[in-house]
């Protein structure tokens, strides 16, 4: 078996997966929402302290597996730097304990591998990754190939949202407060500008969106926020689904998949199984549990790395806060 840790932001997370199976045979997570929220996003060193507190607490549970380990993976890139400091610290003291080789996972890699907890890989595919701090597609062809063709020129989709939410002081996280909120609003009620609409560029930018909201809101009373949200929504989607039209111009898609912890909202899922539906595509979704920073992931992408012998070294595996695909 393999133990996966993840800590890359603010969920606290320790899963166990089989090799021969892909089977996840523990996970558990501890968010940390509830402590940042007052603060409308999430503080670092609070972050730190919290994992310190979390991630021993749960690996106390994993005691039973500790025989049959053959390597611990873990995430050391990219994300908080004081964060996933304390994954990585765990991660070298169990592999020097148990003497079992350590595995350095990208996240990135992880939110692509959640598509295939306990399933076999589908490959190849290209895919739309959206959370907090990335917006980009990747075509991916395997594990070791996996090529970004577009991403963000600035916010991304998922913190676009934390902000819009922020402004209208609904509370962290963002994205699901915004989804439910903008449920019930005008979706043309506010017309804003789709983003980059008329540049010929394969790229993504919310913050000319994030500022038109943020005008919306100076404006309006709290009665009126359903609107906004749901205008936002509307064309932070537009946004995403007009460039992957211009994509799909030179590259047909065939295999499509939405991943990271923004996958989970529902709007953009529906629009995108449109675009789709003309070119006969087959569209992948994590499972909704699966969609947010998880350790099953990471020990997906953990058995792979095994399989292939893709360790790190000890003495040289370190966080890379910025790193990228």
């Keep these: 078996m393999i133990l996966s840790i993840e800590s890359s932001c603010d969920d606290s997370a320790i899963a166990i997966t089989e090799i021969a199976t892909k089977k996840l045979v523990f996970h558990k997570k501890i968010s940390q929402e509830l402590e940042h929220s007052v603060y409308g996003g999430v503080v670092p060193e609070l972050a730190a302290r919290l994992h310190a507190e979390a991630l021993p607490k749960i690996l106390e549970e994993c005691k039973p597996y500790f025989k049959d380990l053959k390597a611990v993976a873990v995430t050391s890139?990219?994300?908080?730097?004081?964060?996933?400091?304390?994954?990585?610290?765990?991660?070298?003291?169990?592999?020097?304990?148990?003497?079992?080789?350590?595995?350095?996972?990208?996240?990135?890699?992880?939110?692509?591998?959640?598509?295939?907890?306990?399933?076999?890989?589908?490959?190849?595919?290209?895919?739309?990754?959206?959370?907090?701090?990335?917006?980009?597609?990747?075509?991916?062809?395997?594990?070791?190939?996996?090529?970004?063709?577009?991403?963000?020129?600035?916010?991304?989709?998922?913190e676009s949202f934390d902000k819009a939410a922020?402004?209208?002081g609904l509370g962290y996280p963002g994205g699901p407060l915004i989804e439910k909120?903008?449920?019930?609003?005008?979706?043309?009620?506010?017309?804003?500008?789709?983003?980059?609409?008329?540049?010929?560029?394969?790229?993504?930018?919310?913050?000319?969106?994030?500022?038109?909201?943020?005008?919306?809101?100076?404006?309006?009373?709290?009665?009126?926020?359903?609107?906004?949200?749901?205008?936002f929504e509307y064309i932070a989607v537009a946004h995403i689904v007009q460039k992957l039209k211009k994509y799909f111009k030179t590259v047909r898609p065939k295999t499509f998949a939405i991943v990271g912890g923004a996958s989970a909202n529902l709007y953009l899922r529906s629009q995108i199984e449109k675009l789709l539906n003309p070119y006969g595509a087959k569209l992948l979704l994590s499972e909704l549990q699966y969609c947010s920073d998880n350790a099953a992931m990471i020990g997906r992408v953990g058995v792979e790395m095994y399989e292939k012998g893709l360790f790190s070294s000890l003495e040289e595996l370190e966080v890379c806060p910025k790193s990228v695909i």
């Design 166 to 168: 922020k402004m209208m």
């Design 181 to 231: 909120l903008a449920h019930d609003g005008d979706r043309k009620r506010h017309n804003f500008t789709i983003p980059l609409h008329q540049s010929p560029l394969i790229a993504f930018s919310y913050s000319g969106l994030k500022n038109s909201v943020r005008l919306a809101v100076e404006k309006a009373n709290e009665s009126e926020y359903k609107d906004i949200a749901a205008s």
């Design 77 to 158: 890139s990219p994300g908080l730097t004081v964060t996933l400091i304390e994954g990585v610290v765990m991660a070298k003291a169990i592999s020097i304990a148990l003497n079992i080789p350590i595995i350095g996972v990208n996240h990135l890699i992880g939110h692509i591998y959640s598509l295939f907890i306990e399933k076999e890989t589908q490959f190849p595919l290209t895919v739309l990754l959206v959370s907090g701090g990335h917006t980009q597609v990747m075509e991916v062809k395997n594990l070791q190939e996996i090529k970004t063709v577009a991403k963000s020129m600035d916010d991304s989709f998922g």
